[in-house]
C-alpha cells in the first residue's frame, strides 16, 4: 500500500539524515554531501550484494561520516574501498590489496596490523623501489 511504503521511505530517509520536507527535495538542489547520502540511500535500498567506493567520505560531515562508517561495518556483502580516512580504512577494512608500481600486496589483516608489520614495510620499499 502506497501509504506503507511512503512512510517507510520517509522513515529510511530520516535515518540518512533527510528530516521532514528535505525528502522532498528535487536531487537538482542538494548539497554535495546530500547528493552523496541520497547516493548511499538508493545504493542500500537496491541491496547489492558488492559495493565499489572510492573516497566515499568527500563531501560528508563528521555525522555523516559517523553513519557511513558504522553501516560499511555492518555490511554483508564485498567492500571495495579506497579512502584516505584512515579511521574508516582500520575499522571497516579486513583486507588490505596495495597496488604499487612492481606488484600488488595483498594480505587479510586490518589496516592497522598492515601499517604496523615489518615484513610489510620492507616489502613495500622493495616494490616502491
Given at each position: 500500500d502506497e501509504e506503507r511504503h511512503e512512510e517507510f521511505m520517509r522513515g529510511f530517509l530520516g535515518r540518512m539524515l533527510f528530516s521532514g520536507d528535505e525528502a522532498l527535495k528535487s536531487c537538482k538542489v542538494l548539497s554535495g554531501g546530500e547528493k552523496m547520502r541520497c547516493m548511499f540511500s538508493r545504493m542500500m535500498l537496491q541491496k547489492a550484494n558488492v559495493l565499489l567506493l572510492d573516497e566515499p567520505t568527500n563531501h560528508l560531515d563528521l555525522e555523516s561520516i559517523t553513519t557511513l562508517n558504522?553501516?560499511?561495518?555492518?555490511?554483508?556483502?564485498?567492500?571495495?574501498?579506497?579512502?584516505?580516512?584512515?579511521?574508516?580504512?582500520?575499522?571497516?577494512?579486513?583486507?588490505?590489496?596495495?597496488?604499487?608500481?612492481?606488484?600488488?600486496?595483498?594480505?587479510?589483516?586490518?589496516?592497522?596490523?598492515?601499517?604496523?608489520?615489518?615484513?610489510?614495510?620492507?616489502?613495500?620499499?622493495?616494490?616502491?623501489?
Open positions: 558504522n553501516s560499511l561495518s555492518n555490511f554483508k556483502g564485498n567492500l571495495l574501498l579506497a579512502s584516505h580516512d584512515h579511521e574508516m580504512l582500520s575499522t571497516v577494512c579486513n583486507r588490505i590489496v596495495e597496488l604499487t608500481p612492481n606488484g600488488i600486496i595483498d594480505r587479510e589483516m586490518t589496516y592497522d596490523e598492515y601499517l604496523a608489520d615489518k615484513k610489510i614495510k620492507e616489502l613495500r620499499e622493495k616494490m616502491y623501489s
